[in-house]
């Protein structure tokens, strides 16, 4: 069975998606600017699978089983969304969970907190946006306490089938009651920029463009 609406907004652009949830009246699905890819041209477009992060100080008798148990529970094309205690110092993210996400079919990673490994989750090619990096582990620190309901990542509430949108102008989250007639405008807006592109290119003025195509 296949996934029509992740099909068609393959490749689109987090701004011109952002402009579909705006005619829709969902004018707050960006997540926090600071949420930014890891390494240079990361893009991704995939279902949600939110896992939430809490801080832990003590030293866990059975270590990193939320952890694992979410990474088992991700399925091929989702997207592991956090929402981090913002205390954490403690990075959520990093080489071996993305070998793991890869494995399973995971098409990248959205972290409203910390990463680590920048170097090796780039060589991966591992689609990757995150706050920052740090060296710090989780364990003792941090704990993952939730997985595959909802999670609050980057100020936009997100759950499990929502589709995540991300390059380099930022991170968009699609509520799933939305998707097709988000796919729908974007199909429709890119036509009509490729239009306006032109115009332009060939010195059509920015006012006629504008009148002509409706679009920016």
């Known amino acids: 069975m296949t996934d029509r609406p992740l099909q068609l907004l393959a ?4 701004a011109t998606v952002c402009d579909a949830l705006d005619s829709l009246g969902l004018r707050s699905q960006a997540l926090d600017p600071a949420i930014r890819p890891l390494w ?7 279902r949600a699978m939110p896992i939430v992060v809490s801080c832990q100080e003590a030293m866990p008798d059975d270590p990193y089983v939320g952890e694992m148990d979410a990474l088992d529970a991700l399925s091929a094309g989702e997207v592991p969304v956090f929402e981090i205690a913002a205390e954490s110092r403690a990075a959520a993210w990093g080489e071996l969970f993305s070998c793991a996400a890869i494995g399973l079919g995971a ?3 959205v972290c409203d907190g910390l990463v680590r490994d920048a170097r090796q989750i780039e060589e991966l090619g591992f689609p990757t946006f995150a ?3 740090s060296p710090l582990d989780t364990l003792g620190r941090a704990v993952v306490t939730s997985y595959g309901q909802s999670a609050l990542c980057g100020g936009v509430r997100v759950a499990r089938g929502d589709l995540i949108v991300a390059d380099a ?10 998707m097709d007639h988000v796919a729908t405008a974007v199909i429709d807006k890119r036509k009509l920029e490729a239009g306006a592109r032109e115009d332009l290119l060939n010195g059509m003025t920015i006012r006629a463009v504008w009148e002509k195509y409706q679009v920016f």
């Not at 240079?40 to 995939?46: N, W």
């Not at 102008?169 to 939305?178: F, I, L, N, R």
Request: glycine share 22%; net charge positive.
């Open 11 to 14: 490749g689109a652009l987090s």
């Open 40 to 46: 240079r041209g990361a893009q991704l477009v995939g």
């Open 107 to 109: 098409v990248g990673v």
């Open 131 to 133: 706050r920052g990096c």
């Open 169 to 178: 102008d930022g991170v968009v989250a699609v509520p799933s009651a939305v």
